[in-house]
């Protein structure tokens, strides 16, 4: 009795191109690094200035209960981070000492969240549902620009739900885009696409919607961002974001 195996094609291998070191170097005197800031509008606003920005109308959405955990981690992380030295809520992150604490990309047992968890407790307060408020928080805090932790500590984690509320607050149409592009490639694109608007929505954490274009590049197998401002295209340089 003979058996039919079915056999799937294996997806194409894409050969990856080292970019010369001469035109890196050209690209870093071209668009130099942006300075390391610790004041803007929205990291300078008081805690209460930061809450009724939850009330806006498309995290009004949202079920109650998820409101209500997001309106919970925002406060604790913020009144943890009030007595954190620092002029505004990014020079209290970055004093608070969470960025030393990896991701579980890197094997981490630890968690940023133990430090407001045991600030909390030394505080006297009941720890209650504080981990799940804690990266709800975080979350809002990121989207809504109140906080810009560092790249490298941003990619030792996993944030499957920042693209979605990225796309909610800060650049729908951009991420809507992306949607239509990866639906009219191969279905394999489609998986592709998802890794680039989470790659471009850690990206968003330090770049205004004006600051990028997200382009495909179906021919290489990649998804690519332009950055920059200016209104020519091919003078921005082009970063693969996703292959």
């Avoid at 951009?174 to 850690?202: C, H, K, N, V, Y």
């Avoid at 382009?215 to 920059?228: D, M, Q, S, Y």
């Amino acid at each position: 009795m003979s058996t039919a195996v079915k056999h799937m094609t294996r997806p194409e291998r894409f050969e990856v191109t080292p970019v010369p070191h001469s035109r890196i170097r050209q690209l870093h005197k071209q668009f130099p690094p942006r300075e390391f800031e610790l004041w803007w509008p929205h990291t300078a606003a008081s805690a209460e200035e930061v809450e009724a920005r939850l009330n806006c109308s498309v995290l009004a959405e949202a079920a109650v209960t998820t409101r209500a955990g997001r309106h919970r981690g925002v406060i604790k992380i913020l009144t943890w981070l009030a007595s954190v030295p620092g002029d505004t809520w990014q020079a209290r992150w970055l004093a608070s000492g969470a960025e030393n604490i990896r991701g579980s990309r890197y094997g981490a047992t630890a968690s940023w969240a133990d430090l407001p968890v045991e600030w909390i407790a030394r505080q006297g307060r009941p720890v209650r549902h504080d981990r799940n408020d804690l990266a709800a928080g975080l979350l809002m805090l990121l989207c809504l620009d109140v906080i810009r932790p560092q790249l490298p500590w941003m990619l030792s984690r996993a944030h499957p739900f920042l693209a979605p509320m990225m796309a909610k607050l800060r650049d729908p149409d951009g991420f809507a885009r992306l949607d239509e592009l990866a639906a009219t490639q191969p279905d394999t694109s489609r998986a592709d696409a998802r890794i680039a608007a989470t790659r471009i929505a850690t990206l968003l954490v330090y770049l205004l919607a004006t600051d990028y274009t997200c382009i495909p590049l179906p021919e290489h197998g990649k998804w690519a961002l332009r950055l920059g401002r200016s209104t020519n295209e091919s003078s921005l340089p082009t970063t693969s974001i996703a292959t």
